[in-house]
């Protein structure tokens, strides 16, 4: 099996990044290095700490959600790394490239080229047509028109409005005319894009829409998104990974999974308050590696049925999954599967396997696992995103999940 694991490619590095807003922000540098808290600073100087001490990484290709009560600071955030906010200290690596220092040209280069954003406010030219707002940002980089259009186009057809090309913004309705502000980012093809509530003003309906147009580009394009949201929801649909904003600090950073079942303190465990967290679990979330496993070999001589059948007895078990040398599920077999082939010497362990037992994968929600699961009387597989097994899921363990028991 293979074991080794990469670790995840930085897009973004943020490290000890500050904002302060006021006349006098190295005043309140000064006090925060002295221990002073923001509101102390505000009383005795009249200085805004609107981001304190900031440091993550946003990895290549993920979508990176952050998000926090009114106040706390994350649409400062999601400016600062573009610059539309000029920070106070620290650092923003993009690339490499830190873009707290780079200077004027270079950061208008990178915002025209590689990096979009993406506001709230639709922000369309109302006189210009779909796709001519579409191909605004090439227009303003200087491309000529037949190649901006044809690029618009292209992006346009991914988003649904290659039909409404020739259209004005007044005609569309509001859900589409914010496609059509995600298209004019994604017609400069940038590698990370910056979303500031984006689909906030849009009806659940339509954002929800939004966030599977959004889902569905980035499993095909991969680019790397920061995404600001205030939606608890709409984190946890859309976000790969999450950070927890509170007060300009930043409170945890992790995967849904690790801030639901791992909240760093009380202000994060109070966004889930009322929340089913079980809506937002995963086959690996219940997985337990309780079951018998049964290595394949094909090519030795002896078929391994009575080696099988003991492992099943050892662990009084009625099904076992038989695995390859690669830890890949080739499929289920049962005691009753494996008795009806041992004595046949021209069977092979393969052809004791259960028909239509298929593995379930890590990343299924829990309420399909639990479909799957009602629909045979044996546990599931579950396998990694290699095809690996990782653990299996009985009804038992199941329904101690959903019901929030602790599992024995």
Known sequence: MNTATTEPEAKVVVKDLHKVFGNKP???MQMLRDGKHKD????QTGQVVGVLDASF???KGEIFVIMGLSGSGKSTLIRLLNRLIEPTAG?????GEDVATMSKEKLLNLRRKDMSMVFQSFALLPHRTVVENAAFGL???G?????????AMEVLEQVGLNTFAKHLPAQLSGGMQQRVGLARALTVNPSLMLMDEAFSALDPLRRTEMQDVLIKLQQEQKRTIVFVSHD?????????????MEGGRVVQVGTSDDILQRPADEYVKAFFTGVDTNKYLTAKDVAQKEQVTIFDHPDEPAAGFSAALERMRMYDRVYAFVLDEQHKVLGIVSVESLMACMNDPNKKLRDALLPGKEAIPSSMPLNEVLRKVVEYPCPLPVVDEHGEYIGAITKTVLLRKLCKEKTA
Do not use: S
């Open 91 to 95: 650092a923003i690596i993009v690339d």
């Open 40 to 43: 102390e600073i505000l009383k």
């Open 139 to 141: 227009e303003i980089a």
């Open 57 to 59: 990484q946003i990895n």
């Open 143 to 151: 491309i000529d028109l037949k190649e901006r259009e044809r690029r």
């Open 26 to 28: 190295d005043v309140a």
């Open 232 to 244: 608890l929801d709409e984190a946890l649909r859309i976000g790969n990974r999450i950070c927890i």
